[in-house]
Structure formats: C-alpha cells, structure tokens
C-alpha cells in the first residue's frame, strides 16, 4: 500500500505551580516552536491557552513516531524554558472557559461573532490523523465505510472525564461540546467525490460556509491536502497510544481499500446506529457495549477491538507497522488517559485529599505521561 501520513496534535499550556490554564502565556513559547520545528508546524491554536503541533509528512508510521517524539520534545522544552508545562489531553480537569481568551486571528474571531457561547466554550484539543491514499472517489468510499469504527477510535483515545472539576460521568466528555456547533458529528453517507463536492456548493449557495474547513465531522476529506482525516480522536497523553491509533487509522484504510478494489466494502451501519454507538463509546469507553450488526447484539467493545485487529494482521504486515498495531491490545488491558484520571482523583479523594488537590493530582499525571518516552 502506497500512502503517507501526518498527525495534528493539540496541547494545553499549564501554570506549573497552579497546574491551571495559562490563559495567556508567553509568545516566546510559540517562536522557539517556531524557530525549532524544522521540518514540522507548530501554531497558535483557537485559544492562547492552545498550542498545535504538525508533524512533517510521514511515509511509515516508524516515521511518524520519530516524528511526534520530535514535535512533543520541540513543545516541552520551549514551555519548560518559559515556565510553562504542558498537558496532552482533551480537556483540562478544572479549567474554565470564562477565563480564557482566544487567539487574535480574523478566522477566530467570525467564528466567535458568528456562534457565540457554543464555540467560547470550546475548551477542548484533540488528535487529527491524516491518511493519504488511492484516488478521490476511492477515498470517499472508504470514508463512509470508516464511519462504523468511529466509536472504537472514540473509546480508545478517551482523555476528556473531569470538566470544570466535575467527573462527568463520560469518558470522552470533549464531543459533548461540538453538538452546540453545526456540521459536526457522523458525516453522511458518501458515495463519490462528486457527492461531497455537492454538500460543499450547497452549504456554499446559502452562505453557510466558505469551504470544506468548515465541516467538522468525525472523519471527512481535507480541504487542503488529498487525506481522509480523522479528528474523533482526543489527544492521548501517551505518545505511543497515539502512535498505536495511527497505525490502526493506517491498517483500516489498508484493509478497506483492498475490499474496494474486489468491491466488496462491507454493509454501512445506518447513521443512527453510528450515532448510538458512539455516544455508548463517549459514556462508557471500554467498558461500552456496542451494537454489532453482524450478529445483532450488543458486544463489549473490546471484544469487538480484538476481533478487528486479528483481522488486520496481514494489512499490519503490508503496512509494516505490527508491533504499532499490538499497541492497541496495550490500551485495552490497561484502559485509556480517562480511566488512569478517573482512578487518580478517586484515589486521592479516598485519601482524604481536598477536592482542588485531587484535581491538581491529575493535571500533575497528565502533566508526567505527556513527556514519557519523550527525551527533553
């Protein structure tokens, strides 16, 4: 298989001493990244708080990890030089949206006239996967038969549970808040690259948008590069659990495009019932039980997990990426950055800890796990 990739990663800049949001950190941070991200893009992200990192474009996963080592370490040492840390989650545990401001640039601030509360309150980063591959019409199909693992790419990389210094109950609590904002969610069914091209001039003919930058669903085309992206995904504290999504993300794609070319995808769940299994994977993560068509039950997702990788073991071969994949196995016997947050603040509160400090307990976990493995 003939394919490149690259991952987006967004990161929340922390007080050191407070373990809160630096609601407006030093721009030095931004022009070491600048300066020292060679082949990468690190940028400002929606919120000063916010930092994004690009990585170059990857011909091998093996690449890829190299690759986000390099853009985390860039990351960590410009904050660690200007008394900033730096957190690799979807949502900081006690933060709040009141207080922060957004990043001066003119997309911003249409976006913020335009739809007000629903995009301030946008306290949340998250994980973009691109994947270059096959031709246009190929990558939509493929696309839409991608929709049916989006609950699973939700589970695993889940790191959004504590919000304002409330346990929300969910696992990925970050989706929660793009339902307040339009063209979000599980794309429509797609057929063709003319078919996308179509939703574009419609949304287009009324006004609603300038291009498809603006459709944020789950999984949708680029509009700048010729990618399926996929942004379901939080951001993992681990970097390796990112390493073992894209490799997964890569092996689906593999495995897919073989069965277009015999034209033999397999059967689309229906939107709703995508939609359903991806709210049982925001609420209950690896605990969920998803609806599995093929036997018309509900299955443990990680039974659904295991039987999926057994059979990627030969795209994991085609791609070279078989200990990447094994990742996987990994993150389901131990559980995602949501269960090790959940587990950390309830430790912490049984040990007679205040609320406020078994919330900076997990702001100083997220804090450790995003520089492991990681040489700063």
Same mark, same amino acid.
């Given at each position: 298989?003939?394919?490149?990739?690259?991952?987006?990663?967004?990161? @929340?800049?922390?007080?050191?001493?407070?373990?809160?949001?630096?609601?407006?950190?030093?721009?030095?941070?931004?022009?070491?990244?600048?300066? +020292?991200?060679?082949?990468?893009?690190?940028?400002?992200?929606?919120?000063?708080? !916010?930092?994004?990192? +690009?990585? /170059?474009?990857?011909?091998?996963?093996?690449? =890829?990890?190299?690759?986000?080592?390099?853009?985390?370490?860039?990351?960590?040492?410009?904050?660690?030089?200007?008394?900033?840390?730096?957190?690799?989650?979807?949502?900081?545990? @006690?933060? /709040?949206?009141?207080?922060?401001?957004?990043?001066?640039?003119?997309?911003?601030?249409? @976006?913020?006239?335009?739809?007000?509360?629903?995009?301030?309150?946008?306290?949340?980063?998250?994980?973009?996967?691109?994947?270059?591959?096959?031709?246009?019409?190929?990558?939509?199909?493929?696309?839409?038969?991608?929709?049916?693992?989006?609950?699973?790419?939700?589970?695993?990389?889940?790191?959004?549970?504590?919000?304002?210094?409330? !346990? &929300?109950? @969910?696992?990925?609590?970050?989706?929660?808040?793009?339902?307040?904002?339009?063209?979000?969610?599980?794309?429509?069914?797609?057929?063709?690259?003319?078919?996308?091209?179509?939703?574009?001039?419609?949304?287009?003919?009324?006004?609603?948008?300038?291009?498809? &930058?603006?459709?944020?669903?789950?999984?949708?085309?680029?509009? /700048?590069?010729?990618?399926?992206?996929?942004?379901?995904?939080? &951001?993992?504290? =681990?970097?390796?659990?990112?390493?073992?999504?894209?490799?997964?993300?890569?092996?689906?794609?593999?495995?897919?495009?073989?069965?277009?070319?015999?034209?033999?995808?397999?059967?689309?769940?229906?939107?709703?019932?995508?939609? $359903?299994?991806?709210?049982?994977?925001?609420?209950?993560?690896?605990?969920?039980?998803?609806?599995?068509?093929?036997?018309?039950?509900?299955? =443990?997702?990680?039974?659904?997990? $295991?039987?999926?990788?057994?059979?990627?073991?030969?795209?994991?071969?085609?791609?070279?990426?078989?200990?990447?994949?094994?990742?996987?196995?990994?993150?389901?016997?131990?559980?995602?950055?949501?269960?090790?947050?959940?587990? &950390?603040? /309830?430790?912490?509160?049984?040990?007679?800890?205040?609320?406020?400090?078994?919330?900076?307990?997990?702001?100083?976990? =997220?804090?450790? $796990?995003?520089?492991?493995?990681?040489?700063?």
């Amino acid at each position: 298989m003939k394919f490149t990739i690259g991952v987006e990663e967004e990161f @929340f800049l922390v007080d050191p001493a407070t373990r809160d949001l630096i609601s407006q950190p030093a721009e030095a941070i931004f022009e070491a990244c600048e300066r +020292n991200a060679g082949p990468h893009r690190i940028v400002h992200e929606f919120l000063n708080s !916010q930092i994004e990192t +690009n990585t /170059k474009v990857c011909t091998s996963i093996r690449e =890829l990890r190299d690759a986000l080592h390099e853009t985390r370490r860039i990351v960590l040492n410009a904050a660690h030089d200007h008394d900033a840390a730096v957190i690799a989650a979807s949502m900081h545990p @006690f933060a /709040k949206w009141q207080q922060q401001s957004a990043t001066p640039k003119q997309r911003y601030e249409e @976006f913020e006239m335009r739809m007000q509360d629903a995009v301030r309150r946008l306290l949340v980063s998250g994980m973009h996967i691109h994947v270059s591959f096959g031709d246009e019409d190929q990558r939509i199909r493929v696309m839409s038969t991608l929709r049916n693992y989006m609950p699973l790419f939700c589970v695993l990389s889940a790191s959004s549970p504590i919000v304002e210094g409330r !346990q &929300t109950g @969910f696992r990925s609590f970050r989706l929660n808040y793009f339902s307040g904002i339009p063209r979000t969610g599980v794309p429509p069914d797609l057929n063709s690259w003319s078919e996308y091209v179509q939703v574009i001039e419609e949304m287009q003919s009324f006004g609603f948008i300038n291009d498809g &930058t603006e459709l944020w669903w789950d999984i949708r085309p680029s509009a /700048k590069y010729p990618t399926i992206e996929l942004r379901i995904c939080d &951001t993992c504290p =681990l970097v390796e659990d990112a390493v073992a999504l894209a490799a997964l993300y890569v092996c689906l794609i593999q495995h897919l495009q073989t069965l277009d070319e015999r034209d033999a995808l397999p059967r689309q769940q229906s939107q709703q019932l995508i939609q $359903e299994n991806r709210w049982q994977a925001q609420r209950y993560g690896i605990l969920a039980f998803l609806a599995d068509p093929t036997t018309n039950n509900r299955r =443990l997702v990680s039974e659904i997990a $295991e039987e999926l990788l057994s059979s990627l073991e030969a795209s994991a071969q085609i791609c070279e990426c078989e200990a990447e994949l094994a990742l996987i196995e990994s993150i389901l016997a131990r559980g995602t950055s949501a269960d090790r947050q959940f587990d &950390t603040m /309830k430790l912490a509160e049984l040990d007679g800890a205040s609320e406020q400090a078994s919330l900076r307990n997990v702001v100083d976990l =997220l804090i450790a $796990e995003t520089k492991v493995g990681i040489d700063v």
